[in-house]
């Protein structure tokens, strides 16, 4: 089975500064999703990265696809209490979908 | 919006009952998805159907079983539940059947076993 690991598990950063999540998977990427989660909440889709080296930005999120690694990098820049929340990691392997453990994400005002 | 619903939102229950979680696609969207999110498991996939057939399957107990109808809704049947299937519990849906389509998710259904 896949396993995708997240780090850190928990981030508290001041608004204003950067921050950066990573995903490291045990197995071959054919594609990574990254998901943003409030907590009890359903998950909303922040973006897929499908190629090695693919980097997609929407707003002040940016996500990274290092293929040979088996990584991917979600960097957030100057961080706002909204995107306060749970960020998943995501993956496709064989029949099944694979999701990260989580890195949850607070932001002090 | 993510323009997947799923009802209930809360369901109460006791050990040893059956319930039934029922999920309504994006408009256009054939596949569906079931997932289990608990503390100690995380995120758990379940179970995938692809226009009203089973496509794939994952970590489903036996005791659990889904199906989707012609009009591509789905539901998910817990019988003799336990107290560890309290849980919350996702669908997603997305357009086509491969796993690397965009999986767009409901709102869950948080399921407590008493």
């Known amino acids: 089975s896949q396993e995708l690991e997240q780090s850190p598990q928990s981030l508290i950063v001041q608004e204003g500064k950067n921050l950066t999540i990573n995903c490291t998977s045990s197995?071959?990427?054919?594609?990574l999703y990254w998901y943003k989660q409030k907590y009890g909440e359903g998950l909303i889709f922040l973006m897929m990265?499908?190629?090695?080296?693919e980097e997609k930005s929407h707003e002040k999120i940016t996500a990274k696809l290092d293929e040979k690694k088996q990584q991917s990098s979600l960097h957030i820049t100057a961080s706002q209490p909204s995107h306060a929340g749970i960020y998943l990691c995501?993956?496709?392997?064989?029949?099944?979908?694979?999701f990260g453990t989580g890195t949850s994400l607070t932001v002090i005002p | 919006d993510s323009g997947v619903t799923q009802t209930p939102k809360h369901l109460i229950t006791a050990t040893g009952q059956r319930v039934t979680l029922r999920c309504s696609p994006r408009?256009?969207?054939?596949?569906v998805y079931w997932y289990q999110q608990s503390l100690d498991q995380g995120l758990q996939f379940l179970i995938q159907?692809?226009?009203?057939?089973?496509?794939a399957k994952g970590n489903i107990l036996e005791r659990f079983s889904a199906q989707q109808f012609p009009d591509l809704h789905s539901e998910l049947n817990l019988s003799s539940l336990e107290l560890g299937d309290s849980a919350l519990y996702f669908c997603?849906?997305?357009?086509?059947?491969?796993?690397?389509?965009?999986?767009?998710f409901g709102p869950g259904t948080r399921l407590t076993v008493l």
């Open positions: 997603a849906s997305s357009v086509a059947a491969v796993r690397t389509d965009t999986q767009y």
């Open positions: 159907y692809y226009n009203g057939e089973e496509r």
């Open positions: 990265l499908q190629k090695g080296g």
């Open positions: 197995k071959t990427l054919y594609g």
């Open positions: 408009s256009g969207d054939l596949s």
């Open positions: 995501g993956a496709p392997t064989g029949n099944q979908f694979y």
